[in-house]
């Protein structure tokens, strides 16, 4: 608690003294501007399982990938305001691991609307600016690439970095963000301060269908995350990445991150959530990440990468809690590591007056220390697609194939279980996706 408190109060000093520098900005006022963004994904995804008695007939969900109003509002050059909701209606969509009942069936309301980013913006130089609020870990250049323009049909299933179930916490978190450029925004910088784990977490486990919670945080220990990325070519714009630039920039950009939480969960915890000592283990996360773009006559070819550890200091093999396991040292985002490489060609050329086709391809390779049950999982993901801009990332349509395999047969979310042990029936050792994409938004 007094690490917290001390860290509480040097962010509340940084976002003071940043606060009485930027007073001096209000003379320049101005009327205040709002932008308003509408936006949304439309997928069908068709997997060879998920239907019938052994769970391996075909089947196709059709669902909102993401639906987003966002505003963003500045009372003058410097001080803002950014409020974005995300809606997740009839989307049964369950990562790469399955399927959940859709929400359609079960919600006859069906609006799951939730805030997805809101912060406070302090834009006071190209050096120095803050976000406080809800935004993204800026840990990985894959998790601050804009989800509207990806460059395979959505970012990698498992980049995304420790503690929770849902987008707010392993993609966001609340806290304070500090991000600047120097030697004209090529050398860029993110240094942040989030909440990290807090308190208990509860879950559905995924066989036996029961809530479980994670045992209490051992501290209350804030996160702290670091990025640096230089850009050899042109500099990238904004406070994150695109997947692709659409051959508007010469990109060559590499980049890495850190993240560390002190004694962020206990280490001996036994199966049914008893807490044996005081032993705890820290959460560290190094990541490292590329892009090449490069626009010629003939075409724009792009090439991406991303290389990302996560490490609970195998603190899974002695806390055999599945709340713990399940949100916290494991699973999809818990202790792994990992990486993903991409490339794509934009075609010389358009498609009536604007339209642009870009097929890509895309391999993944990561290693999990504890995964549905299993420890040392391996998932290894590979596919194909196209691309068709047809008003560049505003109305897009997009095409892919994936395969998935895993090195040990797994169960999966949806399938069949045995009534007593819990123990899945239904197992794979791979499968395949087929997956459109519309996309349409006013941004």
Same mark, same amino acid.
């Given at each position: 608690? !007094? ?47 998920? @239907?019938?008695? *052994? ?46 009942? @859709? ?15 809101? $912060? ?14 809800? /935004? ?5 250049? %894959? ?18 970095? %420790?503690?929770?179930?849902?987008? %707010? ?15 004209? *925004? ?14 208990? @977490? ?34 990238? &714009? ?17 980049? =890495?991150? #850190? ?5 962020? #969960? ?10 044996? *000592?005081? %032993? ?8 490292? *990440?590329?892009?090449?773009?490069? &626009? ?5 070819? /792009? ?32 202790? !792994?590591? =990992? ?5 794509? $060609? ?38 194909? =697609?196209?691309? $068709? ?25 949806? =399938? ?16 395949? @996706? ?10």
């Amino acid at each position: 608690m !007094k690490i917290a408190t001390r860290s509480m109060r040097a962010l509340i000093g940084v976002a003071a003294a940043v606060a009485i520098v930027g007073t001096a900005t209000l003379a320049r006022a101005q009327e205040p501007t709002f932008k308003f963004e509408v936006k949304g994904q439309i997928f069908s995804e068709t997997t060879d399982f998920g @239907t019938g008695q *052994d769970r391996q007939g075909s089947r196709t969900d059709i669902h909102f990938q993401r639906l987003r109003l966002a505003v963003t509002g500045m009372f003058n050059d410097v001080w803002g305001f950014k409020f974005q909701t995300c809606g997740n209606c009839g989307t049964s969509k369950n990562g790469a691991l399955g399927y959940a009942m @859709t929400l359609q069936d079960v919600d006859w309301n069906d609006r799951d609307i939730r805030i997805i980013d809101g $912060y406070a913006i302090a834009n006071f130089s190209e050096k120095a600016n803050l976000k406080i609020g809800l /935004t993204k870990i800026p840990l990985t250049r %894959a998790n601050l690439d804009d989800c509207f323009a990806p460059l395979s049909q959505d970012r990698s299933y498992f980049v995304y970095s %420790a503690y929770g179930t849902s987008p %707010a916490k392993f993609s966001r978190d609340m806290g304070l963000v500090a991000w600047g450029g120097f030697s004209d *925004d090529k050398l860029r910088y993110y240094a942040a301060a989030f909440q990290g784990r807090e308190g208990m @977490t509860a879950t559905v486990h995924p066989f036996s269908g029961a809530t479980v919670k994670s045992s209490i945080e051992p501290k209350s220990s804030l996160e702290y995350v670091g990025r640096l990325h230089y850009a050899f070519l042109d500099a990238e &714009p904004g406070a994150g990445y695109q997947g692709s630039y659409l051959g508007e920039l010469k990109v060559f950009t590499v980049g =890495g991150g #850190v993240a560390y939480e002190p004694s962020a #969960v206990y280490r001996n915890v036994t199966s049914a959530g008893v807490v044996l *000592d005081e %032993a705890t283990a820290d959460y560290t996360a190094y990541s490292a *990440d590329m892009m090449f773009e490069y &626009p010629t006559k003939g075409g724009t070819p /792009t090439a991406t990468a991303q290389y990302l550890k996560l490490d609970f200091d195998d603190a899974y093999k002695t806390n055999l809690n599945p709340g713990d396991r399940l949100v916290n040292i494991s699973g999809m985002n818990g202790q !792994k590591n =990992g990486y993903y490489v991409k490339g794509a $060609y934009l075609f010389p050329g358009k498609i009536g007056k604007e339209g642009m086709m870009q097929p890509f391809v895309l391999y993944e390779d990561w290693k999990f220390a504890y995964l549905l049950g299993i420890t040392d999982q391996r998932i290894k993901q590979s596919g194909l =697609g196209l691309n $068709y801009y047809i008003h560049k990332q505003n109305v897009r349509l997009t095409l892919e194939y994936l395969k998935t395999t895993f090195d040990k047969a797994t169960g999966f979310v949806g =399938g069949r279980v045995d009534p007593i042990t819990f123990a899945p029936i239904d197992k794979l050792t791979s499968y395949n @996706t087929f997956r459109i994409m519309m996309q349409v938004g006013a941004f």
